[in-house]
């Protein structure tokens, strides 16, 4: 069965500093990993995705992510955050063939302290 | 504009009321998708169509039966409402079933039961 774990669920960090949240996934087939972003009482963002190919993906203000398969692992990353930056984010793993839905971790918030 | 809307944003209601969510989408997409999203946070699949057609049903009970008169809506009728029902329900629609089509979230409807 296919899975994600998101290990931390609350990750404090002041404004300016580097942040690092964590996703590990389980899937004994291709998977294509996926970030989400959501602020508070909306919806879901794509922050950036990894389908294939090179494994550091760059998505959108500012955030990247590092898909390592040996360590079954796709961990986000921005080198410096600012308080729009809290939010609650989401990991997830789409299933391959012709079922495209997500499989979504339980997500981290990301508080930014000025 | 807004690309995946749904309606009413926010719903109160009684146990055993019958009650519906509607989405809609004004992508082009042949996929949209229902998803709960629990008071932890955790964000699970519930339907998925592909132009018009069921093509994933996890385990809901048979109180949820989504209709999708057209490629651009999926609407959600909840019959015998239960208190496990409160959730926010977001839509989503793709521009295909495969992973590699990004999936755009709707704002969300809060249900709440009392």
């Known amino acids: 069965a296919q899975s994600v774990t998101q290990l931390d669920s609350q990750v404090p960090v002041f404004e300016e500093a580097p942040v690092e949240l964590r996703c590990n996934y389980s899937?004994?087939?291709?998977?294509?990993l996926f970030w989400y972003v959501q602020y508070p009482n909306q919806g879901l963002q794509l922050l950036l995705k990894y389908l294939s190919g090179s494994t550091l993906v760059k998505g959108i203000n500012g955030f990247e992510a590092e898909f390592n398969k040996s360590q079954t692992s796709f961990h986000l990353r921005k080198p410096s955050v600012h308080i729009s930056d809290t939010a609650e984010y989401f990991c997830?793993?789409?299933?391959?063939?012709?079922?495209?839905?997500?499989?979504f971790g339980k997500g981290t918030k990301l508080s930014v302290k000025p | 504009d807004t690309a995946v809307s749904q309606t009413p944003k926010y719903l109160v209601t009684q146990m055993g009321n019958d009650k519906s969510i509607k989405c809609e989408q004004n992508?082009?997409?042949?996929?949209m998708y229902w998803y709960k999203q629990d008071s932890k946070k955790f964000l699970k699949i519930m339907f998925s169509y592909n132009n018009k057609e069921l093509i994933i049903n996890e385990t809901v009970p048979n109180r949820f039966s989504p209709k999708s008169p057209d490629k651009a809506h999926l609407n959600l009728h909840i019959n015998s409402l239960e208190l496990g029902d409160s959730a926010v329900y977001f839509c989503?629609?793709?521009?295909?079933?495969?992973?590699?089509?990004?999936?755009?979230f709707g704002p969300g409807t809060r249900l709440t039961v009392t």
């Open positions: 992508l082009g997409h042949d996929t």
């Open positions: 899937s004994s087939v291709s998977v294509y």
């Open positions: 989503a629609s793709s521009q295909g079933v495969t992973p590699t089509y990004e999936q755009y």
């Open positions: 997830a793993l789409a299933r391959g063939g012709s079922q495209g839905n997500l499989i």
